[in-house]
């Protein structure tokens, strides 16, 4: 079965400083794909990176990045000189390839940033 | 696009009344899922569709009834509510490759429920 876990329920940094969130997954499988999401205190749930379970490398995209670590199982992420527009609770999701995608979602992150 | 709509926005129920939850998508995605948002829990998924005519259950689909069919709408039945089904509730849609590869979901803004 698949399981997501985000052990960090609340984080709170003051701005500029860095941020990593951490998601540790389970599967079976040996093709899967991870995702993170961010719902910003409005709520809307908004998409930031897909990943597949062949491709370990790194991957950086402005102020944040994602470290791939099958050996670890862990899908983290981190922001690097967080902004206050970062605050939101931040989702960690698995889905195993094949017919049906039965996604799961971690429990969550919220993250504070203080000015 | 208007991408994924849902509605209402709001509702309030009475213990044992039955209402159905919309949600269309204009993107031609084959796949739709319900999910229900509560603290500390994360999404959990009620029921899913890889097409129309085709549905399954999730994690949690007891009191929960779906169907689709057709591609862009995919409303979910509550048959009898309970105050256990007060939660916020997201429609979700995403592209599929015949059901081989997720791709990211595209998610409604959300329906919050309260049953008294």
């Known amino acids: 079965a698949q399981k997501v876990t985000q052990a960090q329920t609340e984080i709170s940094v003051v701005e500029k400083e860095d941020v990593t969130l951490d998601c540790v997954y389970e599967t079976r499988d040996t093709t899967y794909y991870l995702f993170w999401y961010k719902q910003p205190p409005s709520g809307e749930l908004v998409f930031l990176i897909r990943?597949?379970?062949?491709?370990?490398q790194n991957e950086i995209s402005g102020r944040y990045s994602w470290n791939f670590q099958k050996s670890t199982s862990s899908f983290n992420f981190t922001i690097t000189a967080s902004q206050v527009v970062d605050s939101a609770v931040y989702f960690c999701?698995?889905?195993?390839?094949?017919?049906?995608?039965?996604?799961?979602f971690g429990p969550g992150t919220r993250l504070s940033v203080l000015p | 696009n208007a991408g994924v709509t849902q509605t209402p926005k709001f509702q309030v129920l009475k213990t044992g009344q039955s209402m159905t939850l919309q949600c269309a998508q204009d993107?031609?995605?084959?796949?739709m899922s319900w999910y229900r948002q509560d603290p500390g829990m994360g999404l959990r998924l009620i029921h899913y569709?890889?097409?129309?005519?085709?549905?399954d259950q999730g994690e949690v689909p007891n009191g929960y009834n779906v169907s689709r069919s057709t591609t862009e709408d995919f409303p979910l039945r509550l048959l009898s509510a309970a105050p256990s089904q007060t939660s916020v509730y997201f429609c979700?849609?995403?592209?599929?490759?015949?059901?081989?590869?997720?791709?990211?979901?595209?998610f409604g803004p959300g329906t919050r429920l309260t049953v008294t």
């Open positions: 979700a849609s995403s592209y599929s490759e015949g059901g081989a590869s997720p791709y990211e979901q595209y």
């Open positions: 990943r597949n379970s062949f491709d370990e």
């Open positions: 999701a698995l889905s195993e390839a094949g017919y049906g995608q039965n996604f799961v």
């Open positions: 993107m031609n995605h084959e796949y």
């Open positions: 569709s890889v097409g129309a005519g085709i549905t």
